[in-house]
């Protein structure tokens, strides 16, 4: 009989396994000599334009520059969800690290934008008036606090403890597209569209679907290792 099925997670080091993905899968993403990055761009964009000829007038380097970004944040939020706060909070310390080792602090930079639309989306709807949601709301803003001055005192980076806090109690909303959502508009806003610019439907659904399958990448790969120590 075989337990082939009960396939056991590799144990890796953190380190090793983000500058790997970092290198092979966004920074670097080279497929036998082609760049895959720049040919993931051209469909990731061509498909949207497709749908929304308002995206045509995206310069197409700026387009790619946004997804590494965005691509970074979704990676992080999937390490969250699968990993928890601790090693969340390790992760984000690894990655300022290696962006300013790379050179690349704008990208640490820029992806708090997409960090605060995260945010946002754990209490997105939620009302102080409703004794349901203010309870929710208070617990957020309880843990989050408690957390912040527990993982401080163990000398954490206090910023790369916010970005790891920032994306908990987000499972639902990430279920439920509202994460998503948020995360398309802020593209959409630093691709330099205005405020009440909003996508139409059938733009709105691929760059949700581009956005999902960002996250399921990263998650996939990531429900296959445990993380030493």
């Known amino acids: 009989m075989s337990f082939g099925f009960f396939k056991k997670r590799q144990k890796v080091n953190l380190e090793d396994f983000c500058r790997d993905f970092y ?8 497929i036998q000599g082609i760049d ?16 929304d000829d308002n995206f045509a007038y995206i310069d197409s380097q700026r387009f790619g520059e946004e ?8 990676f992080a939020l999937a390490w969250l969800h699968e990993f928890g706060e601790k090693l969340a909070v390790a992760q984000s310390t690894f990655t300022k690290h290696y962006l300013h080792e790379k050179k690349r602090d704008d990208i640490w930079v820029d992806m708090e934008s997409y ?24 617990r957020v803003n309880k843990t ?5 001055e527990q993982l401080h005192k163990e000398g954490h980076d206090p910023e ?3 970005r ?6 987000t499972e639902e909303a990430w279920n439920k597209d509202v ?14 569209f205005e405020s009440s610019f909003e996508p139409n439907k059938e733009a709105q659904f691929r760059i949700m679907a581009v956005i999902h399958g960002l996250y399921d990448g990263a998650l996939q790969s990531l429900k296959n290792i445990e993380i030493k120590n």
């Not at 290198?23 to 080279?30: C, G």
């Not at 997804?67 to 944040?73: A, S």
């Open 179 to 192: 994460t998503a959502g948020l995360l398309m508009f802020s593209l959409c806003d630093r691709l330099g």
């Open 164 to 169: 790891a806090l920032n994306r908990l109690f």
């Open 67 to 74: 997804l590494v970004i965005l691509r970074f944040e979704l």
């Open 160 to 162: 790369c403890i916010a």
């Open 23 to 30: 290198e092979r899968n966004i920074l670097n993403p080279v």
């Open 144 to 148: 989050r606090l408690d957390l912040f």
């Open 115 to 138: 960090n605060q639309a995260i945010a946002r989306s754990s209490t997105l709807g939620k009302k102080q008036k409703e004794a349901v949601d203010r309870a929710y709301l208070i």
């Open 36 to 51: 895959a990055g720049a040919s993931y761009r051209d469909v990731v964009k061509r498909s949207i334009v497709e749908a």
